[in-house]
């Protein structure tokens, strides 16, 4: 069936640099995504979202792209820092209903 | 305005037991969804409901799992007979009708011994 999938599972990064954490989707009806960021023992923290109807958004040191012609999807995140540690999750919805369906995540461990 | 509450936190349950979860969702947010998270995966889609109404439950087990949503008080996910495969975080969220600023609680571990 049709799914959302990442391409790294884990990502190490240096504090200061810049992370990139990608996302693969496969349901060409989807038109709203997600970013979650993810703290052990904790649920799912909303990031920032995106409609279909754009390819970019920005937040606070947060930017996330959408390529619906290769069904990609990215994080960025800039200066990252350790308390950015985490796994982070991309989540879309069809439209169809108010269900999301999740990617496996990704773990970004900063290294100080 | 305090978030999505669950409770409890953590619950332990003997193989046979029944479990149950409670969720109340975020002021002003009438829909309610119950995800289940294995340790080092997604979320997983399990039940979305409103006050007193199923919208949608193609994420149940067809056996032992049930939810409502009644018209006063939390949700309730309820996990009869529970089995060592029940043991994961199952998370609440909820969200106003449009769906959008979906909401997390912080979960609750169960755990069948």
């Known amino acids: 069936g049709e799914s959302v999938g990442l391409h790294l599972p884990t990502l190490s990064v240096q504090e200061g640099d810049n992370s990139i954490i990608n996302c693969a989707y496969s349901?060409?009806?989807?038109?709203?995504f997600i970013w979650y960021k993810q703290e052990s023992g904790k649920g799912p923290q909303f990031i920032i979202d995106?409609?279909?109807?754009?390819d970019k958004r920005q937040g606070q040191r947060v930017t996330v792209l959408l390529n619906k012609t290769v069904k990609h999807l990215s994080l960025q995140i800039a200066a990252t820092q350790p308390g950015d540690s985490a796994v982070y999750f991309c989540?879309?919805?069809?439209?169809?209903?108010?269900?999301?369906?999740f990617g496996g995540g990704t773990r970004l461990m900063v290294k100080p | 305005n305090a978030g999505v509450m669950q409770n409890p936190r953590h619950l332990v349950r003997r193989r046979g037991q029944e479990a149950r979860l409670r969720c109340s969702p975020m002021?002003?947010?009438?829909?309610v969804y119950w995800y289940r998270q294995l340790p080092e995966e997604g979320l997983k889609f399990m039940v979305y409901?409103?006050?007193?109404?199923?919208?949608?439950e193609s994420g149940m087990p067809k056996e032992r799992f049930s939810a409502e949503f009644p018209k006063e008080g939390p949700s309730i996910l309820r996990i009869q007979q529970v089995v060592r495969g029940d043991s994961a975080a199952y998370f609440c969220?909820?969200?106003?009708?449009?769906?959008?600023?979906?909401?997390f609680g912080s979960g609750t571990r169960l755990t069948v011994v």
């Open positions: 969220a909820s969200s106003p009708p449009n769906g959008r600023g979906y909401t």
């Open positions: 349901n060409s009806a989807s038109d709203y």
């Open positions: 995106i409609r279909s109807n754009m």
């Open positions: 989540a879309e919805n069809t439209g169809a209903g108010n269900m999301l369906t």
């Open positions: 002021k002003g947010h009438s829909h």
């Open positions: 409901l409103q006050k007193e109404n199923i919208i949608d």
